[in-house]
């Protein structure tokens, strides 16, 4: 591994000393799934890059979509052919060749009510869907089931009105790890990344851009970064940017809020994930480990862009679209977790020369050498950010559809030696195969760590799969600068366990302040930050007590 891809947190003020000292070719403000793509795009077609983020990698809407990287087959539905055959060979492309070690096949349950009208129609959609992935391709077909074989995939399903099935595939991953693997991958390239410093101001000369003023928010310091070319990847905080740009905007983005539950996975009984047709849009039943991600919903919001709340509205939405085909209903104590995230819409603020719209995503160039990219979707962030470094750059073309990302190469090698892993490090097949399926072929790196420190190899939290040594990985490799970039992005207990990573909070403090230098009072002050921000997510879920009581 190329040394400059270990995103080091105890490194940091070399980072920003790169930043004050050198000069880029390229600056990305934001440091979502569009932003690290853009850097990584721009990085590898051979620019000085850096990326500044305002608060941690994924922080924003990239850690909590459906983590779906799929066609949309809903899309067919509006007769938009070109985003659903461009997402489905973006897929297939992460799946079989740039990240398979973190975007994986799913397969999903389409239940039919209505049959003879039903069938023919999903059908037919779906051998759409199908035909447009090409014959070369790396998940199955999909299938007709009868009620009956539906019920045996899904014995949650109500048998009621049930009429068949369809069977099809996409792919999941985990969009914050994917996000920064994709950073990491940039910085393997040379890329400067920097997290908590965001931009405070674009500076410009009569030529054009000359970089940007930004703030390291963990000391206050301000610092001009030199770059000859700036993109914004700010996804729903776009118009702020171009304020502080003082530039008028090309186009606006509205904020939709979407919602999402976790449940234990022994709440719906389905070796498949499933896909229902709701008034307003879908609602999926997402396999993840041993729980299920419920969701969308879709509702304007103008609320906290950092923090969405998720009110008690959206639960309840969620549970009776559930409910409308479960046999056993969900209830409210069945939820264990719940999230929001922000879909940054676009739409044109009048029909300026220099925006170019297209149905998914818009790339704006309103003064020469500044660009800005919103909308799209996760699946689709590599052509956004070739799309926006081509606005800006002139010259090598991107050659991101030929790089995987660090982790994938190697990947089948490892496999076939977790055996020989398990035993060279102690520890259990099970814990490499989880590492693999997280790290890919840098899976070592994380088991290094466990022989330096064996306490490290010891599970982090009862019944889940992560090690210590993860929380240390975090700090060392990924830059997680604070406990919540560990415990909500990094490894991702905030959403799967019940009081949100509360009673490991204590752990994984001492081992990030042990790296880190953090004093006794720094601990106390990150742990009772975590526990607040639980508590309040936690009231939400009208279980404040248990959560006070994991806590307490
Ligand atoms: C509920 C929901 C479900 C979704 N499900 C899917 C799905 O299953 N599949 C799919 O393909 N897509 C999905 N999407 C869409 C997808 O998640 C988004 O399109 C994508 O994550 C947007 O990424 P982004 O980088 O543009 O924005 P963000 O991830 O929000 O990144 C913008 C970043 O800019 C930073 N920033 C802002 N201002 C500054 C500043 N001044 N200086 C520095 N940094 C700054 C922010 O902190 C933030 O991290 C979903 C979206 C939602 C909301």
């Known amino acids: 591994m190329p040394t400059n891809a270990v995103l080091d947190a105890r490194s940091r003020g070399t980072t920003l000393e790169r930043l004050a000292t050198q000069r880029f070719d390229l600056l990305v403000i934001g440091g979502g799934i569009t932003g690290a793509g853009a850097a990584l795009d721009a990085a590898s077609r051979g620019l000085r890059v850096a990326l ?27 007769f938009d052919f070109k985003l659903v055959y461009e997402a489905l060979r973006e897929r297939d492309l992460l799946v079989s060749k740039l990240a398979p070690h973190l975007v994986k096949p799913v397969s999903f349950l389409y239940p039919l009510y209505k049959k003879v009208v039903e069938r023919p129609y999903v059908g037919a959609g779906l051998v759409l869907y199908d ?59 040379g890329a400067v990344i920097a997290t908590r410093v965001s931009a405070v101001s674009v500076s410009r000369s009569d030529s054009g851009v000359t970089g940007a003023r930004v703030r390291d928010s963990e000391t206050g310091r301000e610092i001009s970064v030199s770059a000859s070319r700036v993109v914004v990847c700010a996804g729903v905080w776009t118009d702020q940017v171009y304020e502080l740009a003082g530039v008028p905007a090309g186009y606006q983005v509205r904020m939709s809020k979407g919602v999402h539950i976790v449940v234990p996975r022994e709440a719906i009984r389905a070796d498949s994930g499933m896909i229902l047709k709701t008034e307003k849009s879908v609602l999926f039943f997402i396999p993840w480990g041993d729980r299920w991600i419920v969701g969308t ?20 939405y969620i549970l009776a679209c559930a409910n409308r085909v479960l046999a056993r209903r969900l209830a409210r104590s069945d939820v264990i977790a719940v999230y929001a995230g922000l879909r940054p819409l676009v739409a044109a603020a009048s029909e300026k020369p220099t925006t170019k719209l297209s149905r998914e995503h818009v790339v704006d160039v309103p003064v020469p050498g500044l660009a800005s990219i919103a909308g799209g979707k996760f699946t689709t962030y590599r052509l956004m950010a070739r799309d926006v470094v081509d606005a800006v750059v002139d010259g090598p073309e991107s050659v991101t559809d030929r ?29 490499v195969e989880h590492l693999i399926g997280r790290y890919g072929s840098l899976a070592a790196d994380v088991l290094d760590l466990v022989r330096d420190d064996p306490s490290l190899g010891r599970a982090l939290a009862d019944g889940r799969p992560y090690l210590r040594a993860e929380v240390a990985y975090a700090v060392t490799h990924e830059c997680a600068l604070h406990v919540d970039d560990v415990l909500l992005r990094r490894i991702r207990l905030f959403m799967e366990s019940a009081d949100s990573g509360a009673d490991v909070v204590a752990d994984v403090a001492a081992i990030m302040g042990k790296l880190l230098g953090w004093s006794r009072r720094n601990r106390a002050a990150e742990i009772a930050r975590y526990l607040d921000f639980v508590a309040a997510e936690h009231a939400v879920l009208g279980n404040g007590s248990r959560a006070a009581a994991a806590t307490g």
């Not at 994924?58 to 459906?66: E, Q, V």
């Not at 995939?153 to 693997?181: C, F, I």
Request: glycine residues 8%; aromatic residues 6%; hydrophobic residues 40%.
């Open 52 to 78: 500044v983020e305002a608060r941690d990698l994924a922080s924003g809407t990239s850690s909590r979509s459906s983590k779906l990287i799929h066609g949309g087959l809903r899309y067919l539905e509006q």
């Open 131 to 189: 035909a447009m992935e090409g014959t070369k391709r790396p998940v199955p077909f999909h299938r007709h089931l009868t009620a009956k074989s539906a019920l045996k995939v899904a014995p949650a399903l109500s048998p009621d009105r049930l009429a068949g099935a369809m069977r099809y595939y996409d792919a999941q991953v985990d969009d914050a790890r994917y996000t920064l693997t994709v950073a990491r991958t940039a910085a393997a390239h």
């Open 297 to 316: 919903t879709d509702t304007d919001w103008s609320g906290d862009r950092a923090e969405p709340a998720p009110d008690d509205a959206d639960i309840d």
């Open 403 to 431: 790089m995987p990302l660090l982790g994938a190469d190697g990947l089948a090698a490892v496999k076939a030696a977790a055996g020989r892993l398990a035993e060279d490090y102690g520890v259990s097949r099970a814990t």
